[in-house]
Nanobody
Framework: QVQLVESGGGLVQAGGSLRLSCAASGRTFSSYTMGWFRQAPGKEHEFVAAISWSGGSTSYADSVKGRFTISRDNAKNTVYLKMNSLKPEDTAVYYC???????????WGQGTQVTVSS
């Protein structure tokens, strides 16, 4: 079992920045892909970004590409999501996830709220 704990959410004005952290503990495999997903009120769960622990490759949703950056610190078993130029439509609960691929995320964190005001 892999345990994931998100932190760093909060309230920020449009155009501002925020950095989310996801600390992993337990049985974490170096080959696992780590990712961020989000769910806004009235909307479906959606993919935001992912990063490979083994290769360092990254993937982003078109809606956040160029604004968000996913990174990792393997020594700390931590994944980050730096969010710049935030928009009100970025408001959502952000969830950290881990799995063998983006399509097979089997472990999830509790979520952290990000609210972007106009």
């Amino acid at each position: 079992q892999v345990q994931l704990v998100e932190s760093g959410g909060g309230l920020v004005q449009a155009g501002g920045s925020l950095r989310l952290s996801c600390a992993a503990s337990g049985r974490t495999f170096s080959s696992y892909t780590m990712g961020w997903f989000r769910q806004a009120p009235g909307k479906e769960h959606e993919f935001v970004a992912a990063i490979s622990w083994s290769g360092g490759s990254t993937s982003y949703a078109d809606s956040v590409k160029g604004r968000f950056t996913i990174s990792r610190d393997n020594a700390k078993n931590t994944v980050y999501l730096k969010m710049n130029s935030l928009k009100p439509e970025d408001t959502a609960v952000y969830y950290c996830a881990a799995g063998v691929s983006i399509a097979a995320m089997g472990h999830w964190g509790q979520g952290t709220q990000v609210t972007v005001s106009s």
